[in-house]
């Protein structure tokens, strides 16, 4: 976990700059070093370029002029700053600022500002900033990371690193559907980390590469910009990179990430604190998939009402097609009129009605595209933006068709139908690709890169403005979620998780980012073994299902049918949600590493209970160690989920529960008075 201490800077060559636990050396030329005062093994020991320019495509090399240093008082509070000016051989000034603030220890903030001194104008290409060379340990892995980038593998947000290994990690589209995510890097031994990544109030094109070659004892990591509309700096003139950092850190990624959080909100983006709404329970009508019928939806309701569940969701397979959404005559004969009766029947039954939806898509030949063909987002050729899944095209976010005709299918979806939240979906939500459109904004290309956030601000925001309490969920299948879209969320989701290990490991993440925001595991039949309770209790996530009663769909290849056997377990999982509410609760992180600790572990305070649940997702182990405990304190163990008295343990600095873990192991400890 990062340290919370004041951060204090010293400048000088020999002796670098210090705030907190980090340490930073600088050679002549600002190359730098970069460690940690709690890592007995230096994290790194071979000068690297701090910030790197490219002009052509080839780097430019600075001489170090001057230093400086004095105090600021900015968005991210009170601190201090050292200037190091440098100059190229071609005449282009240098200033590389890095500040330390009082409110941020263990972090230093990073900016480079390039002016052509010079008399001819300069091609700039590129460059890079916060390189990092950082030595492997002596284990395997060498590393445990987070590396934020969204692609169509769908991969795991918490990756080791061993003998070989490359990630390039771009925040623009990967793929045709796939793009963006959380532009953070963090790299950890067992004793020490470092987290590097931008700050921007917006999402950039930049990308955060990490590489470990065979036989190398070191993995590199820097942020990288390559720009493709490449901008021509005229004498006189300057540029800037955006405001990034370095931060040191102990255990995993948690702690760092939460400082992340924190450092984000000094720049406007603030995740968003969910109401009581967004954690309850939900039950989602796609087991009957895209063909199903209001007569099987509705005829379900009387079975999720008497189980609990505070939510019904009608999914894909309401519209004519994506953009296109009016209503289609084969499943809703009647029109609006079928839709409002269903939705009036999810309130008779106490239930909240939440509606699946798509936006940003519109299907090739759609009424929608025949009325507002500039409304798409053009590539460099003029062909629009493809979304394979939907077999669609990209709208732009900042059309303004798009957006008042989007706008007013919220107003409809919510007002006129009545529905009490939103199922945003879709991978091709997270990111757009820059846009070349004449009828756009030809001349900045990567507007809607920037601005794509403002667009679900718009849907959350008039939503809102209508039901203060709707439910806005996000859920970009697959990627690693746009930080600069959460905002514009108070419901999270594991978005088709490829594993029990991915509802897990991403609730960890997201919710280190956005500690209150809901998150939601999504339908328990994603899970391995498609009953994975334990998982969505121990991370504390809002629990949901597709069950189908009394019968599957006939057009539905599997089977989601609610058997008698599916009942019990489920009905021990709300019974358990409802009394503990664990997704409510402070999921502290720290007290185990995910990546180095074994078994995978997590840790929940709720009610000044602590409830720990630990995953054996390799060999059994035949006992457990307690972390975080009050030394002296004595506790009552209960095994919550089988709902056993494991008897009761006294807290000291090493406290072990002797109770072996085959599969998994949920307990709540309770003080003894």
Not at 90 to 106: A, H, K, N, Q, V
Not at 337 to 347: R, S
Not at 404 to 429: A, N, P, S, T, W
Not at 622 to 640: A, C, F, I, N
Request: charged share 25%.
């Amino acid at each position: 976990m990062l340290t919370a201490v004041v951060s204090t800077i010293v400048m000088s060559c020999s002796s670098g700059l210090k705030s907190g636990d980090l340490v930073l050396k600088l050679d002549d030329n600002a190359a730098f070093i970069v460690g940690s005062s709690k890592s007995a093994t230096p994290l790194s020991d071979v000068f690297t370029s701090i910030n790197a320019l490219k002009v052509d495509g080839k780097s430019v090399d600075f001489k170090t002029t001057g230093t400086s240093s004095f105090a600021v008082n900015d968005e991210f509070g009170k601190g201090k700053r050292v200037v190091v000016s440098g100059v190229s051989a071609d005449g282009i000034e240098r200033e590389l600022l890095l500040t330390t603030y009082d409110e941020f220890p263990s972090t230093i903030i990073v900016k480079a500002k390039y002016t052509n001194a010079g008399e001819e104008s300069i091609n700039v290409t590129g460059w890079d900033i916060c390189s990092l060379k950082l030595n492997a340990a002596d284990a395997d892995p060498f590393f445990w990371s987070f590396q934020g980038q969204s692609t169509e593998g769908r991969d795991n947000w918490l990756i080791p690193i061993n003998e070989q290994f490359y990630q390039k990690n771009y925040m623009g589209m990967n793929n045709s559907d796939y793009g963006g995510g959380i532009p953070v890097v963090a790299l950890w031994r067992r004793d020490a980390g470092v987290m590097i990544g931008h700050l921007s109030s917006t999402p950039q094109l930049v990308s955060l590469p990490v590489c470990k070659n065979v036989g190398e004892s070191f993995v590199t990591a820097c942020i990288e910009k390559e720009y493709d509309e490449v901008p021509v700096l005229q004498k006189g003139e300057t540029l800037e990179t955006y405001d990034c950092f370095v931060s040191v850190f102990e255990g995993d990624c948690f702690g760092a990430l939460r400082n992340y959080s924190h450092l984000l909100e000094k720049v406007g983006v603030v995740m968003p604190e969910s109401e009581p709404e967004a954690f309850e329970t939900a039950w989602c009508a796609w087991g009957y998939e895209r063909k199903f019928t209001i007569d099987e939806i509705i005829g379900t309701l009387p079975k999720v009402k008497e189980l609990g569940f505070k939510w019904a969701t009608l999914d894909d397979g309401f519209q004519i097609a994506e953009g296109d959404w009016d209503l289609t005559s084969e499943r809703f004969p009647n029109g609006d009129a079928d839709m409002k009766y269903m939705v009036d029947k999810f309130h008779e039954y106490g239930l909240k009605a939440e509606l699946w939806w798509a936006p940003l898509a519109a299907d090739p030949g759609t009424e929608f595209l025949k009325k507002y063909p500039e409304s798409v987002i053009l590539d460099k050729d003029g062909k629009p933006q493809h979304i394979s899944w939907w077999n669609s095209w990209y709208l732009s976010p900042v059309d303004a068709d798009v957006i008042r005709e989007q706008g007013d299918l919220v107003k409809k979806f919510i007002e006129y139908y009545g529905f009490d939240g939103l199922k945003l979906d879709g991978q091709h939500m997270n990111a757009v690709a820059p846009d070349y459109s004449p009828a756009h904004h030809p001349e900045d290309p990567e507007k809607d890169v920037r601005e794509l956030p403002t667009f679900f601000k718009m849907i959350y925001d008039t939503a809102r403005g209508i039901k203060p309490h709707s439910v806005i969920q996000y859920c970009p299948c697959g990627d690693c979620f746009s930080v600069y879209n959460m905002q514009y969320t108070n419901k999270t989701v594991s978005s088709d998780p490829e594993s029990s290990y991915q509802i897990r490991t991403k609730g960890y993440i997201l919710r280190a980012i956005a500690p209150k925001t809901a998150y939601y595991g999504d339908h328990i039949e994603l899970s391995d073994g498609e009953n994975d309770y334990p998982t969505q209790l121990g991370i504390g996530a809002v629990l949901g299902t597709k069950f189908t009663w009394p019968k599957d769909n006939p057009y539905v290849k599997h089977s989601y049918l609610l058997t008698p056997e599916r009942e019990e377990l489920l009905k021990n999982a709300l019974a358990i949600y409802e009394e503990k509410q664990l997704s409510r609760g402070e999921l502290i992180g720290g007290l185990y590493d995910l990546g180095f600790d074994y078994p995978e572990t997590y840790v929940i305070k709720q009610n000044d209970n602590m409830y720990y649940a630990f995953y054996a997702t390799k060999d059994p182990v035949q006992s457990v160690e307690l972390r975080g405990l009050e030394p002296g304190q004595t506790y009552k163990v209960t095994d919550y989920y089988n709902h056993i008295d494991l008897g009761t343990v006294k807290a000291s600095k090493n406290t072990v529960l002797d109770v072996p873990v085959e599969k998994y192991l949920l307990i709540e400890l309770t003080k003894i008075n």
